[in-house]
């Protein structure tokens, strides 16, 4: 078996730390610009090293538990302990701006979740939050949670195209209707949620909370239903205009 861990009796000392910093700095700023596992060609780009050189270096790292190397081999994950330290994605100004719109327009509170693929199943991320009056509610699971536990998560399984996502008769009416609703991961609250497009690729899901009172009530439920179908609509327009065309 082939030993890979760097060799610092040649390197020296204080390169082999230095060469392990821009390793991780690289990995860590590629990750968080797409969420993604990150190609050892990337790594080694971002850290001015050779491919063989970073990948002595990640497969070192891996043997410390601090980098994963998940399907496919050749990408590397750095293996963060808690959500908090997880990166979260940052929305446009123009999004923010349609976010709050939603919220001043329903007076309830609206969520953007983006789609998270840093493990091996895909989770939901909260990556912008309109409390309006409400008092910000302190619950881990309406910022991350797996897909299928709630109406975002759910719109998201519904609109990714997942192998590892089944496809059943839930998540094909939300595809046939473009909204989910339903209770939340929130004692008392609901949930109303459709997707949000860049282009042919689901990117998110917006969000509003309601009570169940709420929901009981039929204008309420309508009008809230169009305000996200129309808010999602002005997001996925903005972010397929800002989509790059490639060209033959």
Request: with cysteine; proline share 8%; hydrophobic share 35%.
């Amino acid at each position: 078996m082939l030993d890979t861990t760097p060799d610092t009796h040649s390197e020296g000392a204080g390169n082999v730390v230095r060469r392990v910093i821009d390793v991780l700095h690289a990995l860590q700023t590629r990750q968080q610009q797409t969420g993604r596992a990150v190609p050892l060609r990337d790594v080694a780009q971002q850290a001015g090293l050779t491919s063989g050189t970073a990948c002595r270096y990640l497969q070192a790292l891996v043997g410390t538990g601090k980098v994963r190397q998940p399907q496919p081999r050749g990408a590397y994950l750095l293996d963060w302990q808690t959500p908090a330290d997880k990166p979260q994605p940052s929305p446009s100004q123009a999004i923010r701006r349609t976010l709050t719109t939603l919220q001043t327009r329903t007076g309830q509170t609206a969520l953007l979740y983006a789609p998270f693929h840093l493990g091996e199943h895909p989770e939901r991320l909260a990556v912008e939050v309109q409390w309006g009056m409400r008092p910000a509610l302190d619950h881990d699971a309406l910022h991350l949670a797996p897909l299928g536990i709630d109406p975002p998560g759910r719109v998201l399984a519904a609109a990714m195209k997942n192998p590892g996502i089944r496809i059943d008769t839930q998540l094909r009416e939300i595809r046939h209707t473009g909204y989910a609703i339903g209770p939340s991961v929130l004692d008392g609250y609901h949930a109303v949620a459709a997707p949000v497009w860049r282009g042919p690729t689901a990117a998110g899901a917006v969000t509003l909370m309601l009570t169940h009172r709420q929901t009981q009530s039929p204008r309420t439920r309508n009008d809230c239903i169009k305000a996200v179908m129309d808010a999602a609509g002005a997001m996925s327009g903005h972010l397929t205009r800002r989509t790059p065309q490639r060209t033959a």
